[in-house]
């Protein structure tokens, strides 16, 4: 067919193009067979999630302002959702940030504390401060907790009236206004994450007896966790009692977030994802738990560590093994974290190499037993 030329009036918006190639084609069907499997795995996880609700008991724990919140899927039931953590938590924590909050309005004026555009911004959160100061005696805190929420805020509020009844402040007057307060913060760190714990352990102990015995090994307990939250993650800590170190990344998953708080529905999406990922795991390769890990980052390990180029054949053909190339070409040091098994008992994030079982490379399976039936 030959190609006509598109018509003045269209110009701004069609241009002319060449006839697509066969290579072309081909190309772009093999591009629209992923875009076909989204939504054919799209459409299964949704069966899968209701499976698995109906046949296993999720708790899920997400991280909230309010010191987190906690749901009991259990099968055959509407989903419970546990009381809050009680709200002397939350205006702790609140009066703890308050000192964030005095810092912010002035440090980036820093290089000119003369410029009066922190003023008013400071004049509104001074009063501000002065209303909860005027209050916080009637929050039924125990001894040490309230005078250390009371310290804050009178700290806050003088440094504040000081800055703004001398028109400035200097990097030093900051730094001492700041680590004056680490004490009482600490103090109420440690007031509110008491509070925190003791709530949610009080609301596992009522969960565990629910769900009882029987149904408890099948029991999956999802939180989230950004980035800072991860090496000491609150909520995963208090379920890991509960569960036991066996459990970890298997039945007891942290998932990482973009965002401080997340949906139920998401959080039930990405486990869905990873239990039906695993069944799929366990039918191409004969591991459950391979599909926990990304598949192109397996096999190239040893091409890595040593740097050769010709490692990246059919043998292994992974993306890591391309990087050992150009590293090497580059006279550059290969650079890995440890190669932990794909089924590991670790706190989350795996480096360690001592705890799981399993094979820790796509190519390990092959040689390896099937873990469930032995073959």
Known sequence: MSQTSVPDFMREVV???????????????????????????AHALAAYQKNLLDACPVILGLFTSQGGEFTLYLP??????????????????SVGHSAIAVYQLVARYTGNPADPAWHGPMRSFREQVEQVLRTCDDWGLPADAHGAVRYILTTNRDFMTQCLDSGGFTPETLTVYAQSLKPSIQAAIGYAAGLQVSHWMAVMDEWRALIGDEAWPRTYGVTNSLYVARPNNILFTVMAQY?????????????????????RESMLDLLTRIISDRVLGQVFFKDY????????????????AAGV???????????????????SSRGMQPLLAPLAPFRTWEWPWRTRTDTGVGPTTLAE?????????GA
Do not use: C, W
């Open 365 to 373: 399976t092959d040689a390896s037993p099937d873990p469930l039936t």
């Open 309 to 327: 180029a010709q490692r990246a054949s059919s043998a292994d053909p992974s993306g890591l093994s391309q990087v050992a190339a150009e590293a």
């Open 76 to 93: 055959g039931h509407e989903p419970i959702l546990a009381p809050r953590v009680p709200i002397q938590y939350e205006a702790t924590k």
């Open 15 to 41: 241009r002319d193009v060449p006839p697509a190639t066969p290579t072309d084609v081909g190309l772009a069907a093999a591009l629209a067979l992923n875009s076909a499997k989204d939504g054919i795995y």
């Open 289 to 304: 738990f391979l599909m926990d890990s990304e598949l192109l980052s397996t096999g190239a390990r040893d091409a890595i």
């Open 243 to 263: 569960f036991g170190q066996e459990a970890f990344n298997d039945r007891l998953l942290l998932l990482e977030t973009t965002e401080f708080s997340t949906t």
